[in-house]
Nanobody
Framework: QVQLVESGGGLVQPGGSLRLSCTASGSISSINHMGWYRQAPGKQRELVAFIISGGSTNYADSVKGRFIISRDNAKNSVDLQMNSLRPEDTAAYYC??????????????WGQGTQVTVSS
């Protein structure tokens, strides 16, 4: 089994910053990609950013230049630094990882979600 645990959400004023963290644990052999998705009320879940094991990154157009994704392969963790936050960034943020487990089983796993609210 693999678990993803997120932290770092909260309430912030427009223009402020937050840092989300996610750590994977369990029977992990390797992790291919790690990333963040978000889902606002009444909307579909959307990709925010992801990073592969080699370090290449991809961002949604709406967060380019404001958010930075990084990972620590040794710690099986991924962070999302969110700057210049806007009210439209308000959503539940979910960590996602593509994990090769011991025994060569591959699966995509999700965290439980952490709420980010941008409001004055």
């Amino acid at each position: 089994q693999v678990q993803l645990v997120e932290s770092g959400g909260g309430l912030v004023q427009p223009g402020g910053s937050l840092r989300l963290s996610c750590t994977a644990s369990g029977s992990i052999s390797s992790i291919n990609h790690m990333g963040w998705y978000r889902q606002a009320p009444g909307k579909q879940r959307e990709l925010v950013a992801f990073i592969i094991s080699g370090g290449s990154t991809n961002y949604a157009d709406s967060v380019k230049g404001r958010f930075i994704i990084s990972r620590d392969n040794a710690k099986n963790s991924v962070d999302l630094q969110m700057n210049s936050l806007r009210p439209e960034d308000t959503a539940a943020y979910y960590c996602n990882a593509g994990v090769m487990q011991t025994g060569l089983r591959y699966g995509a796993y999700w965290g439980q979600g952490t709420q980010v609210t941008v409001s004055s």
